[in-house]
């Protein structure tokens, strides 16, 4: 059995776009039905840091600090609103190994640096997985308002508010990670994306209407192990 992780996410970029759900449901397992918000579904890419990741109990100094993007979409399965990722690109050449062998996630390597400067965070991420398509995704953002609670916008809340994600196992099994945190506080925020071809590698063309963009500091965070469905 593998232990629950404690962990921190910072510095969290949420760039969202609406998208044909019936186009969403040919990436998506079977049992999976994307999940919908004013009838369509959402595509994002959320830039991060994981800090002080490390099995649950374990003191925050034997933590590793793990930039982070993933491209992800919004399911539901049994009525559970959840989380689906397409990809997850981090910088620890170990922890991604470990993530596709134990929970079944699927993690490619990358070269990322994340930057704040004068209140805005640089990111760069250079996809470095052996065999996979090629994957880069480079830009600025930061928050240009006051914060807010997540709940108190229907969209947001959407969006963000999702406490289990679904990965779909090598052996075509369905499996799920429960995770437990605060409620997000968010800000709205802007970006300059100077490179995305995380998308196009993941079997999307990026969309072209303007993505709605937030900004959170972060939470937080308790997964529990992978479990199959």
């Avoid at 490179?195 to 965070?221: C, I, K, N, Q």
């Amino acid at each position: 059995m593998v232990l629950p992780l404690e962990m921190g996410w910072r510095q969290l970029l949420f760039e969202n776009w609406p998208v044909d759900p019936e186009l969403m449901d040919t990436h998506l397992p079977a049992s999976l039905d994307a999940d919908r918000y004013d009838g369509a579904a959402w595509l994002s890419v959320v830039p991060f840091t994981n800090v002080a990741v490390r099995p649950k109990g374990c003191p925050q100094s034997l933590g590793v600090r793990l930039p982070e993007i993933n491209v992800r979409t919004y399911v539901t399965h049994d009525g559970v609103p959840s989380v689906y990722f397409f990809s997850l690109d981090a910088q620890g050449l170990a922890s991604v190994v470990g993530a596709r062998l134990v929970h079944h996630l699927p993690y490619y390597y990358a070269r990322i640096s994340l930057e704040l400067r004068d209140g805005r965070v640089q990111f760069d991420s250079r996809r470095r997985h052996p065999g996979a398509r090629p994957g880069r995704y480079t830009a600025t953002y930061w928050p240009t308002d006051d914060p807010f609670s997540a709940t108190t916008d229907p969209l947001a809340e959407f969006l963000v508010e999702r406490y289990r994600f679904y990965t779909e196992a090598p052996d075509g099994s369905l499996r799920y990670t429960d995770v437990d945190h605060d409620t997000w506080t968010l800000y709205p925020a802007s970006a300059t994306v100077e490179t995305d071809t995380l998308l196009r590698a993941d079997g999307f063309a990026r969309p072209d209407a303007e993505p709605v963009y937030y900004y959170s500091p972060g939470v937080d965070v308790v997964a529990s192990r992978s479990k199959q469905v």
